[in-house]
């Protein structure tokens, strides 16, 4: 990027020397940055806050620069401010004082308690002692939220420019114990397109087929088909392209002390692998504009 508009300490783009091939890579929930006021207005500890975490999923995928790609990471914790929302998914619940008349408080994501401030971490946790004042919301979203989608914009601007079309990977992970409703099947990678409305259908099956072939179990769309990034940015039609790729954590970490597993190197390895096939897949397309077309 050409300036920085934002503080570091909050997120950070990681560059190639030289972009060479029309992706980009954002993980923002894995960020692990609390801050003692935040801690502090917190009725849980320092392991409890973090079970919403995308745990170490920046260190997963990043071998992304060196691939030549740029990859986008949240240094802010999910349980502060969730940028895979619309920026104003307010619960009334959470404060002192009326939300403002433009805030979505009915989405589903709010019933649940996951909004863009959310109210609870994993297993229906509460966060905080008390409630917050409106301002503190708001305040959050225009200081982190809006600078980092300001930035996300433009790294996948510049990439479409540059190729032509983009790829947006959004990188995530999921709880060890989700299964494939009636099946029973435990998926190791869940590829979400928006039921294939984010990217080309051809795009998801690619991904799909690149980590079977490394030996993991796959499945589009179920549970996660992906968030509001994944829907927000994904434009089919225009050549840019999103998928929402969750890693299942119990491959790699230690899900009651958050500790990474032995074979936590060897999965960012199989990772860096998969994000080969990914761009040898789409260079397959140069001169067909079959991405780009769709």
Not at 42 to 53: C, H, M, P, Q, T
Not at 58 to 76: N, R, T
Request: hydrophobic share 40%.
């Amino acid at each position: 990027m050409e300036e920085t508009y934002w503080d570091p300490e909050l997120f950070e783009v990681r560059e190639p020397e030289t972009q060479t091939i029309p992706f980009v890579y954002n993980s923002p929930h894995s960020g692990r940055r609390y801050s003692r006021a935040f801690l502090e207005s917190s009725r849980l500890d320092a392991l409890g806050i973090r079970r919403s975490e995308d745990h170490f999923v920046d260190e997963l995928f990043s071998a992304a620069p060196a691939l030549g790609a740029p990859m986008l990471l949240a240094h802010f914790p999910r349980a502060y401010v969730d940028v895979n929302r619309e920026p104003y998914e307010l619960d009334p619940r959470m404060f002192i004082d009326a939300v403002p008349p433009y805030a979505n408080s009915n989405s589903v994501r709010v019933a649940g308690g996951l909004g863009t401030i959310p109210r609870i971490v994993a297993e229906n946790v509460e966060i905080y002692q008390r409630r917050l004042p409106v301002a503190e919301a708001l305040s959050r979203i225009d200081t982190i939220y809006k600078p980092y989608h300001a930035c996300l914009r433009k790294l996948i601007a510049r990439t479409h420019a540059r190729f032509g079309f983009g790829v947006l990977i959004d990188c995530h992970s999921m709880p060890g114990n989700i299964r494939i409703a009636g099946t029973g099947v435990r998926p190791d990678f869940i590829v979400g397109d928006r039921y294939g409305t984010s990217a080309s259908a051809d795009l998801s099956n690619a991904a799909i087929a690149l980590l079977e072939d490394l030996g993991f179990t796959a499945v589009r769309n179920k549970p996660y088909a992906g968030g509001f990034i994944t829907e927000h940015y994904g434009r089919p039609v225009k050549g840019l392209h999103a998928l929402q790729i969750e890693v299942n954590r119990a491959l790699y970490v230690d899900e009651t002390n958050l500790a990474k597993r032995p074979d936590f190197a060897a999965l960012a390895g199989s990772l860096s692998v998969f994000m080969e096939g990914m761009a040898e897949f789409v260079a397959g397309y140069t001169g067909d504009s079959a991405l780009a077309a769709e």
